[in-house]
Nanobody
Framework: QLQASGGGLVQAGDSLRLSCVASGDTFSNHDMGWFRQAPGNEREFVAVRGRTGGATYYADSVNDRFIISRDNVKNTVYLQMNSLKPDDTAVYYC?????????????????????WGRGTQVTVSS
């Protein structure tokens, strides 16, 4: 139900935009988020945006560099990643949670999301 795309190999300081298309019912009824997982690390929260576009939360590590947005016509959530660093290298996953954007604590926990897409690899070289 979720299909992420847009990953690739970039250099430090570059920008990249990830996209995630969801089925209509899933997109309209769920808050949409992004997580990432680097080799040997646990999956970590990146950002979430509420279904109405109001509530938005970011991980401290990406705040002021990444922007999450959603297009309710295209059923797509985006993650605009700017000023990329080698530490941003990971597989990025989009996820949908009915109440994921209720608050920052729920947003950051993987149990707040019912649906997950297959990841897209982002590699940032130094």
């Amino acid at each position: 139900q979720l299909q992420a795309s847009g990953g690739g190999l970039v250099q430090a300081g570059d920008s990249l935009r990830l996209s995630c298309v969801a089925s209509g019912d899933t997109f309209s009824n769920h808050d949409m988020g992004w997580f990432r997982q680097a080799p040997g690390n646990e999956r970590e929260f990146v950002a979430v945006r509420g279904r109405t576009g109001g509530a938005t939360y970011y991980a401290d590590s990406v705040n002021d560099r990444f922007i999450i947005s959603r297009d309710n016509v295209k059923n797509t959530v985006y993650l605009q990643m700017n000023s990329l660093k080698p530490d941003d290298t990971a597989v990025y996953y989009c996820a949908a949670g009915r109440h994921a954007a209720a608050n920052s604590v729920v947003a950051a926990h993987i149990l707040g999301y019912e649906y997950w897409g297959r990841g897209t690899q982002v590699t940032v070289s130094s």
